[in-house]
Nanobody
Framework: QVQLVESGGGLVQAGGPLRLSCSAS????????INWYRQTPGNQREFVAR???????DYADSVKGRFTISRDDAMLMSYLQMNSVTPEDTAVYYC??????????????WGQGTQVTVSS
């Protein structure tokens, strides 16, 4: 149906920037909400940021002012620009989309995640 692939993760020094990308493919008609979540070992996935189709955005308090979410619907891409990262941002980051796909009702799809590690 839909494949989501996150990229851009890796090792970054505290205070530095990192940009994550999420690429979607498949018989997608419309992408509605796009979300980024993150998860650390032993913890539940945590909401990071959301961008609606109308491009309204919402952020977790912990990243507000440092992270910026964006989307490019023509390219079926989403980006998470991470600035001033801290070791507390270390996690696996997941992209999700709510999309209408040919032959399927509106549903949410998840990527496989990309690891971000922030060194102090």
């Amino acid at each position: 149906q839909v494949q989501l692939v996150e990229s851009g993760g890796g090792l970054v020094q505290a205070g530095g920037p990192l940009r994550l990308s999420c690429s979607a493919s498949g018989k997608i008609l419309v992408v509605r909400d796009i979300n980024w979540y993150r998860q650390t070992p032993g913890n539940q996935r945590e909401f990071v940021a959301r961008i609606l189709r109308e491009e309204d955005t919402d952020y977790a308090d912990s990243v507000k002012g440092r992270f910026t979410i964006s989307r490019d619907d023509a390219m079926l891409m989403s980006y998470l620009q991470m600035n001033s990262v801290t070791p507390e941002d270390t996690a696996v980051y997941y992209c999700t989309i709510a999309a209408n796909v040919v032959g399927f009702p509106l549903q949410t799809y998840w990527g496989q995640g990309t690891q971000v590690t922030v060194s102090s």
